[in-house]
């Protein structure tokens, strides 16, 4: 079993930079493919980017491409998004979550299983 810990959220400016951390605890970590969601005051929680186990097919939401980059390191049991030229709208609470089922690039929260705490990211305009 899987568990994970979000960090590295915080308050940035429009325009500006954050990279979220997700560590992961237990040896299967690299069966998961990962993904991050993100969920705003009052709205469903999102899709925002996943990765493959080995690090690559990373999947983005349209919302985000260009801007976030999603990574991995197995050796670390930690999967980072790196997200820039934040905007006001990019303000939720972020989690990392293992995919268990579903379609390869599954963008929906029912075919992820374990979720961390998640990590606040706000942007300031």
């Known amino acids: 079993q899987v568990q994970l810990v979000e960090s590295g959220g915080g308050l940035v400016q429009a325009g500006g930079s954050l990279r979220l951390s997700c560590a992961a605890s237990g040896r299967t970590f690299n069966s998961y493919r990962m993904g991050w969601f993100r969920q705003a005051p009052g709205k469903e929680r999102e899709f925002v980017a996943s990765i493959s186990q080995g690090g690559g097919f990373p999947y983005y939401a349209e919302s985000v491409k260009g801007r976030f980059t999603i990574s991995r390191d197995n050796a670390k049991n930690t999967v980072y998004l790196q997200m820039n030229s934040l905007k006001p709208e990019d303000t939720a609470v972020y989690y990392c979550?293992?995919?268990?089922?579903?379609?390869?690039?599954?963008?929906?929260?029912?075919?992820?299983?374990?979720w961390g705490q998640g990590t606040q990211v706000t942007v300031s305009s």
């Open positions: 979550a293992t995919k268990i089922r579903g379609s390869y690039y599954s963008t929906t929260v029912e075919d992820f299983g374990t």
